[in-house]
């Protein structure tokens, strides 16, 4: 190995590359294993997405790991190095002039030249071999000489048709090593040879030879047998798996490129005042740019001027548009449904949402699970395996029966139907799709080991403000004391705090405003006003000195409350005397209840966890159907992760849902973490699920999907287990006709990819 430039105190580093020659999943296994022999290395290989996900030494250089990958008869790619972000004072506009990005070549409706060339090779392939399996099959249909046109058409076939399975087994001899590839020729061409044999030194090329056909094993005249249909049939099949496997991989794929893809490619920079089109990746954080209504959002940012609606539905799943004006967010990849923007960029390139959404899809689709590592350990021995089997076959027929052709026939039947394809594709190719979908959905799920947690948890804890809540206070009720005037404690109290930035009196100037009929500038000013920490305010409205805030502010003041204090209530008085109280609190989101009830149905029990009063947090959750005994109120941000290990110690197995900072340790802890995207960043990065859109709703729907996610993958491994398990002892036994076994094992990959695809049509 090259000596490495790289110092040893340097961090650890995560490398991906794209691998290419892979045919099957013991290639993949093979690969997996080369680079696990590294010292530093920890390497996993998914067949289905012809990716390695490297975590290496620093000190081990990516140069390295590609020779290795190419040493083991494959070939790898490094990726490019990301863009660096300069500073908006520091970056040259040179590059603003240049030419867009060119665009990724596997974009749908786009042609695909590796599909279109397995295409043509499937297409001539197929109609060469039809009338070689027809003339096999059907005796009345056998001619004098028929042999010879089989012969003739049969062998482009096996030698043109199959060249890429002659020409991967071939690398890997080189190599030593055997894969599916090996198994396809050497069934193939022994078939193809036999009839050679037969037809030039045997009897089987004299006129008037006729051929029946079985779909099991029997006795036959070995010099006058021929196994052209055998030899062709199979290369046919097989490409037409391969070839349906290959759409059928494109299409799972093909949620994450839709997502790649939703960025806008060129935008409308404004330089001086004038707007210059140049390519999105010239944009630079504090760059403003001009979103016109049908165009995408360039880039992630803050609204600097305008207004309109902004559809996310193709980013979040979110069908309706979302009204924006300035000082509000946006995210790249949206479309301006209406007005005129001028947007600030806040987030560039790979920091944008959507990057890191189609990063956290693409590495969850890299990941394995538990059961497909078994799979691959399987996978890595399977092929010698069944070399042996096939040798023990042709020995055992050989010592049994004495016949020649029976053992040939029933040896080559053992090496064509195993298949380790449908077992690398079990796990990958449902995690594919399965991510995808709830990529579409606003629905990111980080692995495969997420999956495991969704099946075994019990128990949902959610977070009150900002999850179940939508973290803005509104007023709620108004209580004015018998033989006051209500209207006249809004205009009085709500006058007041319009003078005050806090959330509460923000909250009770814009209720009071909208009970009243008037928008908050018409409220009267305040003649004077004072605000008291952590108690209220106080001022005089209209000639009235008035105070507004905790019972203790009016007490202070010497002005009695009556009866016992409203607990989170603000106190309203004027001119010494308490008129009455205002109750503030955080609204409960729309479709909260409805989440929560969704919960239930699946079969968690939902527990309510918050900072806030006894008081509120039972009030919030009797609204949206949480027993009192399930909340758990009061709780400072550091205690959240205690109250989850509560749950845990109890036996339960916890889902913690939340958005703040304050989340992000429980989050951590819980046994699976799920962080609404409206929330903080370090919510996102501890959970193990992300929803996108703040809608509680969405938690449920993860949960449902990752299950059946996680179903299908079971259903796919039962398949591929159960298939090898029941053909390889068919075929040894003589019950299958080689070609009847190259048929099925063409469709085994097959349906493991599309029982994989019913996965896009969760709702």
Request: charged share 15%.
């Given at each position: 190995m090259p000596p490495s430039t790289a110092t040893p105190s340097a961090a650890p580093r995560t490398t991906e590359l794209t691998i290419g020659g892979m045919t099957c999943a013991s290639c993949a296994a093979r690969v997996e294993k080369k680079l696990n022999r590294m010292d530093g290395v920890t390497a996993t290989v998914n067949y289905a997405t012809e990716k390695a996900r490297i975590d290496h030494a620093a000190e081990v250089a990516v140069a390295d790991l590609i020779a290795t990958v190419v040493k083991t008869g494959y070939t790898a790619e490094e990726p490019p190095p990301p863009r660096p972000t300069p500073e908006p004072a520091a970056h040259a506009r040179e590059e603003a002039d240049a030419e867009p990005a060119a665009e990724p070549s596997a974009r749908r409706g786009e042609p695909d030249p590796e599909l279109d060339?397995?295409?043509?090779?499937?297409?001539?392939?197929?109609?060469?071999?039809?009338?070689?399996?027809?003339?096999?099959?059907?005796?009345?249909?056998?001619?004098?000489?028929?042999?010879?046109?089989?012969?003739?058409?049969?062998?482009?076939?096996?030698?043109?048709?199959?060249?890429?399975?002659?020409?991967?087994?071939?690398?890997?001899?080189?190599?030593?090593?055997?894969?599916?590839?090996?198994?396809?020729?050497?069934?193939?061409?022994?078939?193809?040879?036999?009839?050679?044999?037969?037809?030039?030194?045997?009897?089987?090329?004299?006129?008037?030879?006729?051929?029946?056909?079985?779909?099991?094993?029997?006795?036959?005249?070995?010099?006058?047998?021929?196994?052209?249909?055998?030899?062709?049939?199979?290369?046919t099949f097989i490409l037409l798996g391969r070839h349906l496997e290959a759409r059928a991989k494109r299409k799972a794929g093909s949620a994450l490129r839709a997502l790649m893809e939703l960025g806008a490619k060129d935008v409308a920079l404004l330089r001086d005042g004038v707007e210059v089109r140049v390519p999105v990746t010239a944009l630079h954080v504090g760059d403003r740019f001009v979103v016109r209504p049908g165009e995408k959002i360039a880039t992630d940012g803050t609204v600097a001027a305008g207004l309109s609606a902004v559809d996310a539905s193709l980013l979040t799943g979110e069908s309706l548009p979302v009204d924006v004006a300035a000082g509000d967010?946006?995210?790249?990849?949206?479309?301006?449904?209406?007005?005129?923007?001028?947007?600030?960029?806040?987030?560039v390139g790979a920091d944008t949402q959507l990057a890191r959404m189609a990063k956290l899809v693409e590495d969850a689709q890299n990941g394995k699970a538990a059961a497909q590592r078994l799979a691959d350990r399987i996978s890595a021995v399977f092929v010698p395996a069944v070399l042996l089997i096939a040798l023990g076959t042709l020995a055992g027929w050989l010592?049994?029966?004495?016949?020649?052709?029976?053992?040939?026939?029933?040896?080559?039947?053992?090496?064509?139907?195993?298949?380790?394809c449908a077992?690398?594709?079990?796990?990958?190719?449902?995690?594919?799709?399965?991510?995808?979908?709830?990529?579409?959905?606003?629905?990111?799920?980080?692995?495969?080991?997420?999956?495991?947690?969704?099946?075994?948890?019990?128990?949902?804890?959610?977070?009150?403000?900002?999850?179940?809540?939508?973290?803005?206070?509104?007023?709620?009720?108004a209580y004015a004391y018998e033989g006051e005037d209500e209207a006249e404690l809004l205009r009085l109290a709500g006058a007041l705090e319009h003078a005050s930035e806090h959330p509460v009196a923000r909250a009770v100037a814009a209720g009071a405003a909208e009970r009243l009929g008037l928008t908050t500038a018409g409220l009267p000013a305040p003649e004077s006003f004072e605000n008291v920490p952590g108690l209220g305010v106080r001022g005089t409205v209209g000639g009235h000195r008035v105070l507004a805030g905790r019972a203790a502010l009016l007490e202070a003041e010497g002005v009695e409350v009556p009866g016992p204090p409203a607990p989170g209530a603000v106190h309203i008085a004027w001119d010494g005397r308490a008129r009455g109280f205002l109750t503030v609190a955080d609204e409960v989101k729309e479709t909260s209840a409805e989440a929560v009830a969704r919960l239930r149905a699946l079969g968690l029990t939902p527990v309510l966890l918050t900072g806030d009063s006894l008081t509120v947090a039972e009030t919030v959750a009797a609204e949206v159907g949480i027993p009192a005994d399930r909340v758990f109120a009061e709780v400072l941000p550091q205690d959240k992760v205690d109250a989850v290990r509560r749950l845990q110690a109890e036996g339960r197995t916890v889902a913690m849902v939340g958005d703040g900072v304050n989340d992000a340790a429980a989050l951590a802890v819980a046994d699976l973490g799920l962080a609404l995207g409206t929330g903080t960043d370090a919510a996102i990065e501890a959970a193990d699920l992300t929803l996108v859109r703040g809608d509680l709703r969405v938690a449920a729907d993860a949960i449902r999907l990752a299950r059946r996610t996680l179903a299908t993958i079971k259903a796919n491994l039962a398949w591929a287990f159960g298939y090898n398990l029941a053909a390889l002892p068919l075929a040894a036994a003589g019950l299958l006709n080689p070609m009847i076994a190259g048929l099925a094992m063409a469709f085994s990959s097959v349906f493991v990819v599309t029982n994989s695809l019913r996965l896009r049509r969760f709702t």
């Open positions: 060339a397995s295409r043509t090779r499937l297409t001539v392939s197929a109609l060469l071999a039809a009338p070689v399996v027809l003339l096999a099959m059907v005796p009345a249909l056998q001619f004098d000489h028929w042999q010879w046109l089989s012969l003739t058409l049969a062998a482009p076939v096996v030698v043109w048709g199959g060249l890429p399975f002659h020409r991967a087994a071939w690398t890997n001899l080189r190599h030593g090593a055997a894969t599916m590839d090996t198994l396809v020729s050497v069934g193939t061409l022994a078939a193809f040879g036999w009839s050679l044999w037969a037809l030039f030194l045997g009897t089987a090329g004299m006129p008037g030879m006729r051929h029946g056909f079985d779909l099991t094993v029997g006795r036959t005249d070995g010099p006058a047998t021929i196994y052209l249909e055998v030899a062709a049939g199979v290369v967010p946006v995210t790249g990849g949206c479309v301006n449904s209406s007005g005129r923007l001028v947007v600030e960029a806040t987030r010592g049994a029966t004495g016949d020649t052709t029976a053992a040939f026939t029933a040896a080559v039947a053992v090496l064509i139907i195993a298949c380790p077992l690398g594709l079990a796990t990958p190719t449902a995690l594919m799709v399965g991510t995808g979908r709830g990529a579409q959905l606003g629905i990111l799920i980080k692995g495969p080991e997420v999956l495991e947690s969704t099946r075994r948890v019990d128990t949902v804890v959610l977070d009150k403000t900002g999850t179940v809540t939508t973290g803005r206070m509104t007023l709620r009720k």
